[in-house]
């Protein structure tokens, strides 16, 4: 037996030797270190046991026990470390000290004699294999109580964080706190006790040793940092190939495979790798991604070993850069369009001011009083300030770059404030703010300057006193000192509103800031109105500033420089009083943005309000039945849809039912205008019941036409003109139609001759087609297909003025809606026979008056000069500035009756097409090419 037991311990050497070679030619690492030290522990206990074989002599015997015990000791310590620490728990001071204390107590214990015979009483020589035996004490057991013990806490430790982790799947941990038991089976020996005749610790501890080595290679317990290179390599999102001098794969991850399939197979291996070398720092699209392929070469030394190929996805990357490019794109794209929207808005955003213009110039062409008068001067006073504030907005960009044009004019300062503070005043009607005006009376009557922003200055700090004053006053201060080239004027505007927190007065005077938005939220503004202040009082020579306590007020004041035209004194500006201009002009208007569906089965009746609304120069669309018109709204905007009531298969009533219940809100919220010949008491409100905003009665009376159109068409849409009384070539109609009272005729349509007339054409156009269809319908016995044509020719006859066959056709209409087939079989034909006569008159005499045919402009013989041409089209240009449709048409009408050369005369074509079709933006660019 002492053979073998010697051969088993020389195996264990061997094997130590082996095992603690290999881990320390690993890397090193925490978990290296803490295996070294339980390997060095063995190592003690080995040497122990092959001395105790070799030795005889009793005080070699002690120091055998000694180093036995000593590492058995430190074995089950550095052991319980080792796996508390494999499942990753950082050991508690409160456990790692005293287990530090155990190992240094016991080891200077059994070094003392005087402690040594507390735990051994002898260690004698012995015939057994081990070569010695020992007569253990009372403090050895105890002792032993302490080793058993630390081996239970290193299980229980490692075992139960083992089975509470959530992340560690590593079935090594579990199997590392069973060894710590190991040890516990080679103190039964001694527990019981039992003389096998050798010591059964040294080979547990060596057992256990081997046990944790084959543990540790077998699940990889400290191969993490590889394991975590290998883990990156395969989960990053970049291929990566590792290639020899020869370049022959060495290593290659799943991505590389996954976006080079052909990195699978031998065969293809070499025709990527040579691919990808030649696109080194270049890009590679492959299957719609972006590949950036970077090679690196590694070295031994000096010596070229092979090279790293990085396959990086460049396509989100790329796809975020276009995206920064497009929106770069658009940025620029929107600047340019910022700079035609401001090159083209000054004409376009004075429509609508012209239109509140126009409306008080109607107000003030009546028969009123001097206080409504004054009223509608304040109204008039105060767009005209509006339009030079817009003046100024659109001015914002060349007050940016430096380009500002400042125009110089004479100008009333009193007039002016005066202006500005009534507007100022009517403001503060509902308020309970006063407003104060004190002006210094011996500032100059007439200063010259640029009155336009003198003016915006004043209005924007006034207008920004008003809107955030709720009680107290606003008080303007004017002062003035004179210079040797001209005035200097200071203005204070006080408030005791609501004030501007310190933090906010740096800001004020930038763009698109406001003070206190969070509590100034329901306040109007754009936050612009104070940075033009600043550069336009800048501009003068002058300052702007502000001081403000919160909660109690602002004071604003500013300063600038003026010329002096007149230094007769202002005087007391209580007395001023703005003049009254008693001389204004009728106004009508047009609408030339306007879209409106007319809706109607008869194409006669579409006639007639396309010819209506040509005189507001509208854009018509028609349909011609509820299903065409539902088809049109669901594809176009419309400002307003002009609805025949009567309609075959889906009415008129029926398809605003349809377009009211629309999904699309666009669709739902259209203005919807009933055209009915049944004006009966009652009609109003049985179209607004179904839907309808309101309704005109057939024939359609053109002061109707015109309120509908006012009250439903958007404001800045509508360009009052002036209403010239201008020949329209026929002169007073003298006509006689028998069977149609032309009076009442031109009546309808507003005493226009052309318009009448235009409206007779339609009808003789169209009348033909109507007879046959209203005899196709009585041979059919289609009652209801005729009732709906009788209605429309009920409305068309009424139009003209021929109130008999309107009658008569409405008496059709109603014994068409009773079902009376007999009387529609006699009296039908009668009705197709009358109207038919009616035609054949209206052709007659038209057409022997020369009135059916368009007049047409005699030829001139003499050319026009160069200049003469130029100066027309300048005028003409002016026309299309101002949106004058009929105006402009004439312009170039008169043109065309020059000699002209056959490309001009076409060019001009052009342009006349394109102001009929109200494209003004087409027109004048084929201006501008022919000047």
């Known amino acids: 037996m002492s053979a073998i037991y010697s051969i088993i311990l020389l195996i264990f050497a061997l094997f130590l030797i082996f095992s603690m070679i290999k881990i320390n030619t690993s890397e090193s690492s925490e978990m290296i270190r803490g295996m070294n030290f339980v390997g060095v522990s063995a190592a003690v206990v080995l040497l122990a046991a092959v001395s105790g074989s070799l030795t005889k002599g009793s005080g070699a015997m002690q120091s055998v026990v000694l180093m036995e015990s000593i590492g058995a000791s430190f074995f089950v310590v550095t052991l319980a470390f080792f796996s508390i620490r494999s499942c990753g728990v950082n050991i508690p001071r409160a456990f790692s000290i005293p287990l530090i204390m155990y190992m240094i107590l016991h080891c200077v214990g059994v070094y003392l004699p005087e402690v040594f015979g507390m735990h051994f009483i002898t260690a004698i020589p012995s015939n057994s294999f081990f070569g010695y035996r020992t007569e253990l004490s009372v403090f050895y057991y105890i002792d032993l109580c302490f080793f058993i013990l630390i081996s239970f806490l290193g299980f229980y430790i490692t075992f139960l964080n083992y089975r509470n982790s959530l992340t560690d799947t590593n079935p090594g941990s579990g199997m590392m706190a069973w060894i710590n038991l190991l040890p516990v089976l080679g103190s039964i020996p001694a527990i019981l006790p039992i003389n096998l005749g050798y010591e059964v610790m040294p080979v547990v501890i060596i057992f256990c040793w081997a046990v944790m080595f084959i543990i540790v290679y077998r699940y990889r317990m400290f191969d993490s940092m590889k394991m975590a290179r290998d883990d990156i390599i395969e989960t990053i999102e970049d291929g990566f190939i590792v290639i020899d001098a020869n370049d022959r794969i060495l290593f290659r991850n799943e991505k590389a495979g996954e976006i080079f399939p052909?990195?699978?197979?031998?065969?293809?291996?070499?025709?990527?790798?040579?691919?990808?070398?030649?696109?080194?720092?270049?890009?590679?699209?492959?299957?719609?991604?972006?590949?950036?392929?970077?090679?690196?070469?590694?070295?031994?030394?000096?010596?070229?070993?092979?090279?790293?190929?990085?396959?990086?996805?460049?396509?989100?990357?790329?796809?975020?850069?276009?995206?920064?490019?497009?929106?770069?794109?658009?940025?620029?794209?929107?600047?340019?369009?910022?700079?035609?929207?401001?090159?083209?808005?000054?004409?376009?955003?004075?429509?609508?001011?012209?239109?509140?213009?126009?409306?008080?110039?109607?107000?003030?062409?009546?028969?009123?009083?001097?206080?409504?008068?004054?009223?509608?001067?304040?109204?008039?006073?105060?767009?005209?300030?509006?339009?030079?504030?817009?003046?100024?907005?659109?001015?914002?960009?060349?007050?940016?770059?430096?380009?500002?044009?400042?125009?110089?004019?004479?100008?009333?300062?009193?007039?002016?404030?005066?202006?500005?503070?009534?507007?100022?005043?009517?403001?503060?009607?509902?308020?309970?703010?006063?407003?104060?005006?004190?002006?210094?009376?011996?500032?100059?009557?007439?200063?010259?300057?640029?009155?336009?922003?003198?003016?915006?200055?004043?209005?924007?700090?006034?207008?920004?006193?008003?809107?955030?004053?709720?009680?107290?006053?606003?008080?303007?201060?004017?002062?003035?000192?004179?210079?040797?080239?001209?005035?200097?004027?200071?203005?204070?505007?006080?408030?005791?509103?609501?004030?501007?927190?310190?933090?906010?007065?740096?800001?004020?005077?930038?763009?698109?800031?406001?003070?206190?938005?969070?509590?100034?939220?329901?306040?109007?503004?754009?936050?612009?109105?104070?940075?033009i202040c600043k550069r336009l009082v800048e501009s003068m020579g002058g300052e702007i500033g502000v001081r403000s306590t919160y909660g109690i007020g602002s004071v604003f004041s500013f300063d600038y420089m003026q010329k002096i035209s007149d230094e007769t004194p202002l005087g007391n500006y209580d007395y001023i009083e703005l003049p009254v201009d008693k001389e204004h002009e009728k106004k009508s208007f047009i609408a030339p943005l306007a879209r409106i569906l007319v809706v109607d089965d008869n194409i006669t009746n579409i006639k007639v309000a396309q010819g209506i609304l040509a005189m507001y120069q509208v854009r018509v669309d028609t349909a011609l039945s509820g299903k065409e018109c539902l088809e049109k709204v669901a594809r176009n905007n419309y400002h307003m849809i002009l609805m025949d009531q009567m309609m075959p298969e889906m009415d008129g009533i029926e398809t605003t039912r349809m377009i009211r219940n629309d999904p699309d809100s666009r669709v739902r919220n259209m203005h919807v205008i009933a055209l009915t010949a049944n004006a009966i008491s009652g009609t109003r409100e049985m179209f607004l019941q179904n839907g309808f905003q309101e309704y005109i009665s057939k024939p359609i009376a053109l002061s109707a036409m015109e309120d509908v159109l006012k009250k439903f068409l958007p404001p800045e849409i509508i360009h009052y003109v002036d209403v010239d009384a201008k020949d329209n070539g026929y002169g007073n109609l003298d006509i006689s139609l028998p069977g149609i009272d032309t009076e009442i005729g031109l009546r309808n349509y507003g005493n226009d001759s052309s318009r009448y007339l235009q409206i007779l054409r339609f009808i003789l156009d169209d009348g033909a087609a109507h007879v046959e269809r209203i005899r196709t319908c009585i041979e059919d016995k289609n009652y209801k297909q005729y009732v709906f044509e009788v209605h429309a020719l009920k409305g068309l006859m009424a139009g003209i003025g021929a109130k008999q066959l309107a009658e008569f056709a409405k008496l059709q209409e109603m014994t068409g809606r009773e079902g009376r087939k007999e009387e529609i079989a006699n009296e039908g034909r009668l009705l197709a026979d009358q109207y038919e006569e009616l035609l054949a008159v209206i052709d007659k005499v038209l057409g022997g008056a020369g009135l059916l045919q368009e007049e047409k402009a005699e030829l001139k013989k003499e050319p026009l000069s160069w200049e003469e041409f130029l100066g027309q089209l300048h005028s003409l240009q002016g026309s299309l500035d101002m949106l004058e449709q009929s105006e402009a048409a004439r312009k170039v009408d008169n043109l065309l009756t020059y000699p002209l050369e056959d490309g001009i005369r076409q060019q001009l074509q052009e342009v006349r097409k394109a102001i009929g079709s109200f494209d003004y933006d087409e027109a004048s660019e084929m201006l501008n090419l022919m000047m």
């Not at 396959?311 to 975020?320: A, C, G, R, S, Y």
């Not at 200063?447 to 915006?456: A, K, M």
């Not at 800031?513 to 509590?519: E, G, L, N, P, T």
Request: aromatic share 6%; with cysteine.
């Open 262 to 531: 052909q990195l699978n197979y031998e065969a293809t291996q070499e025709d990527v790798i040579k691919r990808l070398k030649n696109n080194d720092k270049k890009e590679l699209e492959k299957e719609g991604r972006i590949y950036q392929i970077s090679l690196v070469p590694f070295y031994d030394i000096k010596t070229f070993k092979g090279t790293t190929i990085w396959i990086n996805d460049k396509t989100e990357e790329h796809e975020f850069t276009q995206r920064l490019i497009d929106l770069r794109d658009e940025a620029q794209k929107a600047n340019k369009a910022k700079s035609v929207f401001l090159a083209n808005m000054s004409h376009e955003i004075r429509t609508p001011m012209n239109a509140i213009i126009g409306m008080t110039e109607l107000i003030l062409n009546d028969n009123i009083n001097s206080k409504v008068e004054e009223n509608a001067n304040n109204i008039r006073n105060a767009a005209n300030t509006l339009l030079s504030l817009i003046n100024g907005i659109l001015d914002f960009s060349k007050i940016e770059t430096g380009k500002m044009e400042s125009t110089e004019s004479e100008y009333n300062l009193g007039l002016v404030l005066k202006e500005i503070c009534n507007m100022t005043g009517l403001k503060l009607v509902d308020k309970n703010v006063e407003l104060i005006v004190h002006v210094d009376e011996t500032i100059p009557v007439t200063f010259l300057g640029d009155e336009t922003h003198i003016r915006q200055i004043y209005t924007n700090i006034l207008s920004n006193a008003v809107k955030y004053t709720k009680r107290g006053y606003i008080r303007l201060n004017v002062s003035w000192e004179k210079l040797e080239n001209g005035a200097h004027v200071m203005v204070s505007i006080e408030d005791t509103g609501c004030g501007i927190r310190q933090e906010s007065i740096p800001t004020l005077f930038e763009s698109f800031q406001r003070a206190d938005m969070i509590k100034n939220r329901t306040v109007e503004g754009t936050g612009l109105g104070l940075a």
